[in-house]
């Protein structure tokens, strides 16, 4: 076999090196993979459901086997969905792994992204890696968008329509915008089969794509590792790829995609035969997006009623929560590690060896803090549930959060500050002191760095 | 050890959320309409009950006070609604929004209590509610437009702002959804709909009460909330523990 | 030996769960807990096999591997400049321009087709079907007299002719007129307190769909903008900072309400130019048509 391909492509050389590759050890380096097999079974369940969903807003007689609708007049997208969750056998099982797998996903994705963040892993040579994963992170979030809305149900077309509000909201070229994204005035015909196009074919190319980059960078820069015994800014320290690494990894998908069925199968989610087919005129309350886009709902919901019109323009409500904070937060996120990079005075220093989160404590202090306005305004997105849950006043939980989206990050970042600063002087850490680095000067007027003994 | 004992500790509270929603029994409890055929022997059986447990929110001859409306007018069904529920009489520690909660007073002397409010003032009776399978598409249609705003899509209540709770209907007897429906009571308006439209709500409000969950636990049937909940609790704690143990250097030698 | 046991039994485990699955689907089908149960066991049994197998049956020891800068040596990237030798091309300044230029020109006449997508705002986002003298209708079409509207109750009402229309939806409430504190100006908007507010609500498009009887308030379920709705349906509470627009009404001769025209501000979400009123132009629906995005989609 390797023969085979090795006489037509000269295979043997690149695959000794590449499977004797050799890494690091460490449970938190396989969270990306999760996020990655996530995706796999993403892309298997997704396949299933594209055979059988129909993406067409013509509206047609349900007459499947769930009483309650027979008769009404329902989307052609609605129907298949009703079709493909209750008479397509393995339909509804296969329908809810794909919908809590992209649950889990993008939740793997911040844990894989935390785990980079206050390891300080996006420092140079990884910045590249970094970039490319922010995108991969905000197309998880597009084809999570899109996903919500294809099966055309209450819930969903509620969701669309605030994202319609929120283009709306943008000075100048909102209304166009909206115009062009959605085919005219909420709600349309076009939009389920425009959201059909990116969720099937455009946002999964480039998710796809850009995974594969994001694996390539990684695989010629090596990865990274923790300090400890033996390890430099020099070398790796670790297991071969083949065979230990690989099958690992093989029994971590398996495992992850059976997490994922156990899920699919047990609990149910999405339920969209209890919200109903979309209707323009009604609602059904509580009215919420998947989590990972309940942060900015969280925030039009804390958002004081401020509309502003100067000199004849307006600056509706929704723009600032809507699009100006995630553009501002994506913007940071996506330049931190040259932002860092400045404030620490790196200059062009490589980093293969990560810091421990109370390495940098003001790195630490700021993740802790951003982690906290993120999550405090994902509780806002439920404030209503909360309300009901705890029987207090919604209007009493919203201007609670509209305090704590403030007051409980700073209390965080002082507290993340304090631990870190209290770590370092004890120094409890099995990994043990720092080891410093040595430097030697070289011929040529440089320095080098000295390996220190074992 | 200690990060697995963190993992064991949180399914634990997962799985007992899971109890929790599992647990919602379905309503067995179901008031004997009464309406037309009191007698004015009822009458007075329900206003000695009345003057003693009724007249000191709502005065002697049910004019009302500052602790309880006037009841002339209100009719049989309010008076059967707010009885039958328990919501009457208001408990004192419930706030401002009475709540649902084991009748007081046997059904023969809510009967009689109905009789004797009724006698007060023409109001709407309590009205007769035949559900029938057939309405099931009907009444889902007006149920999400009418009651799901407010009530849930899977009728399991909600936050509606002014420190108002719009209950679960998950002890609603047909009658009551009926009643409610009619007599706006709380902060609820009324839905005057016709006999057939109020009983093809509560057809649906009956069948939600026992609809199956094909996917599995409804995990409160509530929406993206709980869902997301789940997915970190979950679908996250379980990938973390696996990638713990798959990621742990389990070489004797090394350890 | 432990290791290799346990494969077998996590193996046998898989292969039993897969028999079961086989068996759930061709002779139950449509169970999505047996399925996923079953597929999760199939799943998880393969994947603990492979796991206990890296980790206990095999031996890899800890090896360490050389790592190299990324930066190229200086000579390399020396002989990398002068093979992209940009000066090749560079020199040639005019023609690099223009090149420059016709890709400019290339790129606008290719980006056109995307204006395709969708018509021009125009009026659409100032306008309703609501016009002088539209009947209002219930969700069947029927007329309604202020007497068949009791009070305290809410419905959704449309101009007659557009029922289910998604920018002329519209809630119809009777209150006591004495409790009616409406802006200047509104007088007879209300024939005998019956008043109209447009449902869309103002801060991001949700149905308004939540009517608290008793202090008389709407509420949008989306983020919680609660209504005045006896003082023109100012904002009292949440992120909206627009009131629901009313909807102008009398009793026609006939005794059915009746608009007495559009809605004097834009319905929905405010957009930047939400408050120029030259765009408003109620009086020319024939201009409308072909902007409006045809009639609302499904039910």
Known sequence: ?454 | MRVLWAFVASLLVVAGLFALSAERAPARTRSQPAGSGSTTNQVSAGRTLYLTSCASCHAANGQGTAYGPSLAGVGAAAADFQLSTGRMPFAENAGHQAKRKPPAFTPDQIRALVAYVASLGAGPAVPTISTAPSLLPRGQQLFIANCAPCHGATANGGAVGGGALAPPLSMATAVQVGEAMLTAPGQMPAFPLSGEDLAAVATYVEYLRTAPNPGGFSIGGIGPVPEGFVAWLVGVSLLLLIVVLVGHDWDPRRT | MRGERAVTAALIASVLASIGLLVVYVFVGGNAQAEGLLLGLALGGMGVAIVIWAVALIDAPVETEARHPMPSPGETRRSARDALDADRIGRRTFLVRLLAGAAGFLGAALLLPAFSLGPAPGNALFQTPWRRGVRVVDETGKPIRPGDVAVDTVRTVFPAGHVGSADGQTLLIRVPPELLTLPDGRGGWAPSGCVAYSKICTHAGCPVGLYRARDHSLLCPCHQSTFDVLRGAVPTFGPAARPLPQLPMEVAPDGYLVATGDFPEPVGPSFWNVTHREGKAGSTPSALPSVRGGEPGPS
């Open chain 1, 1 to 454: 076999m390797l023969g085979w391909i090795d006489d037509r492509l000269g295979a043997a050389s690149w695959a000794r090196t590449g499977l004797r590759k050799i890494f690091p050890d460490h449970w938190s380096f396989l969270l990306g993979e999760v996020a990655l097999f996530c995706l796999v079974v993403l892309v298997l369940t997704g396949v299933f459901l594209t055979l059988f969903y129909v993406p067409d807003a013509t509206a047609i007689t349900y007459n499947g086997s769930f009483a309650p609708l027979q008769g009404q007049q329902v989307s052609a997208a609605f129907d298949s969905v009703m079709r493909l969750s209750f008479e397509v056998k393995a339909g509804l099982v296969m329908r809810q792994i794909h919908h809590w797998a992209a649950l889990v996903f993008v939740a793997a994705i911040v844990v894989h992204l935390l785990r980079i963040f206050f390891t300080g892993a996006f420092r140079r040579p990884r910045e590249i890696n970094w970039l490319i994963g922010i995108g991969l992170l905000l197309l998880a979030l597009a084809m999570g968008l899109t996903g919500y809305s294809l099966p055309d149900d209450l819930l969903s077309g509620t969701g669309l329509r605030i994202v319609y509000s929120v283009v709306l909201s943008i000075p100048f070229i909102g209304p166009y915008l909206a115009f062009l994204v959605f085919g005219g005035e909420f709600p349309t015909a076009q939009i389920i089969s425009r959201l059909f196009v990116f969720h099937v074919m455009l946002l999964p190319a480039l998710l796809l794509g850009g995974v594969g980059i994001h694996l390539a960078v990684l695989w010629i820069q090596k990865h990274s590792q923790y300090p400890g015994p033996g390890r430099t800014e020099h070398n790796v320290v670790g297991k071969p790829f083949w065979p230990s690494q690989v099958l690992k990894s093989t029994g971590l998908m398996i495992l992850t995609a059976a997490v994922l069925s156990l899920m699919g199968g047990l609990i149910q989610i999405n339920p969209v035969w209890t919200y109903g087919p979309f209707i323009p005129t009604t609602v059904s309350a509580p009215a919420q997006p998947d989590w990972y886009v309940g942060w900015l709902d969280g925030a039009l919901r804390l958002f004081p009623p401020i509309e502003v019109t100067l000199l004849g323009i307006t600056i509706p409500s929704p723009f600032i929560p809507g699009v100006l904070l995630p553009g501002i937060a994506f913007t940071v996120m996506t330049l931190w590690p040259f932002i860092e990079a400045r404030l620490m005075h790196e200059g062009t220093r490589e980093h293969n060896l990560l810091d421990r989160p109370r390495d940098n404590p003001l790195r630490t202090g700021i993740g802790v803090a951003a982690l906290l306005v993120f999550v405090m305004l994902t509780l806002a997105a439920g404030n209503d549930v909360v309300a009901l849950v705890f029987n207090v006043p919604v209007e009493t939980m919203t201007n609670m959060m509209r305090i704590a989206v403030f007051v409980v990050p700073a209390v965080g970042f002082g507290v993340a500050w304090r631990i870190c600063e209290e770590l370092r002087r004890g120094e409890l850490h099995p990994l043990g002191r720092d080891p410093g680095v040595m430097l030697r000067r070289t011929p040529e007027g440089g320095f080098e760095e000295v390996e220190p003994p074992d």
